[in-house]
């Protein structure tokens, strides 16, 4: 029974994964940029949440809803002034400036909060738990999986069922005859950068919640969210959600063996889907 | 009967290579022009100097009475510009549907709610409506062709640029389509139409402009041109 608990933990911080990664995927598919900053990224919301909750002194839950809005134009303007004149035919200016924004978000944090480990109280809901027949879940870990379903769900209405979707898709297909047909690639842009961003809230919210995070934590979970991304396959949500699960999984069950193997087991399952599957379990179909 | 297009001694070179000479011709409201020409006589870049996605290096044109020489090509798709290209480019993951959706929203910077009816009237018009659910990416060549006058007819444009849409079909898909495009003609748009295959150009135009090395080297009735010496010795390659 023990077992079972432990890969449900697992498929539950799968979601927390997920969300780290549904951002990145988002960024990827329309725009062909790496973001090497969306962990600092994610680390920022979640300071910025901080904020927030210390100022008002709300639920971290409704701070994130304050801070939404101001990371999606954080992102807007990061989009217009900055990474959009680093797209083109070279990959390598995309790579080379965010790496530097990931540097200037660190030493940022590090300058406004020094180094001390900070996390947002969720009060009792931090310990709370539900028992489903003999198996208990956290409620927090529960909620993070919850919320990555609800991010994907509403994710891909946006990009099949809504004008902005098909822009992002037309643009992301092909932008200079979209631009032909009257779409701003630069302003789609911006606006996909925005959404991924209030993304980026909401994992900084369950990042922040579940465990400490100081001003260093970002890149390690850039590579969980990208290990998700890739053995998902390129551009699927729902397969990056699988890829979140798989490395979570591997990582409980890795702990329940040897606590000192829990990072090490989700960056081998990750070598190993990679070795199966080169191209992530659900690739898209053309490309 | 007003002016539509006005190109006053446009020229465009490519280093010493003239792709247009002092290009001069008034487009009234309604008309259909073809233009015809040999291989490299500057038909497309003609296109792209209307539509804006070249600059000339000297003249003026003339849009619905506003000079739009230095207009960007999107706000010119805005005014009621709409062009179709010689190798169909549709966006290959979206829906034969979305991608006039897309053409049709933006193209014209409407909601999509106000643009659905006539999004189906021109999948029924270019008769895409059986394919509409499919992604543009499976298609063959000749629905291409129809997404692309279908695309630029989404964006309910005044004057519609069609770059030979005829190319690589059969005589049966080629009747089809100038069925298509004569129907849209008499409902009051604005064409110009630049292809290789004659007869089909003929069957619509009311006015034929003769293209060589960047010039204009005849503009008027299509019959009399086709008859025309020059045309003939030049175009066809026929010796006289």
Known sequence: MIWIETIVQGVLLGGLYALFAAGLSLVFGIMRLVNLAHGDLIVMGAYLILVVVSVSGLNPFFAALVAAPFMFTVGWILQRAVLNRTLGEDILPPLLVTFGLSVVIQNTLLEGFTADSQRLSMGPLETASVNVGPITMGTLPILTFGSAIVVILVLNWIFYRTAIGRAFRATSDDPVTASLMGIRPDRVFATAMGLALVVVTIAALYLGTRSNFDPYVGPARLIYAFEAVIIGGLGSLWGTLAGGIIIGVAQTLGAAINPEWQILAGHVAFLIVLLVRPRGLFPRAFD | ?240
């Open chain 2, 1 to 240: 009967m007003t002016t539509i297009l006005s190109l006053k001694d446009v020229s465009k070179s490519f280093g010493a290579l003239k792709v247009a000479d002092h290009v001069s011709f008034d487009l009234p409201e309604g008309q259909a022009l073809g233009i015809i020409g040999p291989n490299g006589a500057g038909k497309s870049t003609l296109f792209n100097l209307i539509t804006g996605n070249l600059a000339p290096d000297a003249g003026r044109i003339e849009y619905l009475g506003r000079d739009v020489t230095r207009v960007a090509p999107m706000q010119r798709c805005l005014a009621g510009m709409g062009r179709s290209f010689q190798i169909p480019q549709p966006f290959t993951r979206l829906t034969v549907f979305e991608n006039l959706l897309v053409a049709a929203t933006h193209g014209q910077d409407r909601r999509e709610s106000e643009v659905v009816d006539d999004v189906a009237h021109v999948l029924e018009r270019t008769e895409l409506i059986d394919v509409a659910n499919r992604p543009a990416g499976g298609l063959t060549l000749l629905q291409r062709k129809r997404l692309e006058l279908a695309r630029a007819m989404a964006t309910q444009p005044k004057l519609l640029l069609l770059d030979e849409i005829a190319g690589g079909l059969t005589d049966a898909e080629c009747s089809a389509l100038i069925e298509t495009i004569r129907a849209l003609h008499s409902g009051g748009v604005t064409i110009i139409w630049i292809e290789h295959v004659l007869h089909a150009l003929t069957a619509v135009v009311e006015r034929l402009l003769v293209l060589d090395f960047g010039r204009v080297i005849g503009l008027g009735d299509p019959d009399e041109i086709m008859d025309s010496r020059e045309v003939k010795e030049i175009y066809l390659g026929i010796e006289v």
